[in-house]
């Protein structure tokens, strides 16, 4: 599966952004998806994960309560709502998904496929 993220960009603190993750390629249904971000100097973190057979979304605690991600298979197409935008959400977002997997890991390593990122960036 091929991923493409985008809809980051330049926000005020308090403010929202939706990213978006499109797939192509194999059946995205098929996939556990998650969102990660990186910010600069920082290591590469865990924000939030959907089973491929659906069931609840895992967030990080650092997010919860801001940040929402859905699915909509039908468009092969994960997003990531974001409100509350803090400075220290400043990163780049990547997407990533595995395949058939029903358990949401959170390290980078159990996922085989990525996005090329979308940077976000907030200002104070």
């Known amino acids: 599966v091929q991923l493409q993220a985008s809809g980051g960009g330049l926000v005020q603190a308090g403010g929202s952004l939706r990213l978006s993750c499109a797939a192509s390629?194999?059946?995205?249904?098929?996939?556990?998806m998650a969102w990660f971000r990186q910010a600069p100097g920082k290591e590469r973190e865990f924000v939030a994960g959907t089973p491929w057979s659906g069931g609840s979304t895992y967030y990080a605690d650092s997010v919860k309560g801001r940040f929402t991600m859905s699915r909509d298979n039908a468009k092969n197409t994960v997003y990531l709502q974001i409100a509350g935008l803090k400075p220290e959400d400043t990163a780049v977002y990547y997407c990533?998904?595995?395949?058939?997997?029903?358990?949401?890991?959170?390290?980078?390593?159990?996922?085989?496929?990525w996005g090329q990122g979308t940077q976000v960036t907030v200002s104070s």
């Open positions: 390629g194999r059946t995205f249904s098929s996939y556990a």
């Open positions: 990533a998904g595995r395949y058939r997997s029903s358990i949401i890991y959170t390290t980078r390593d159990k996922y085989d496929y």
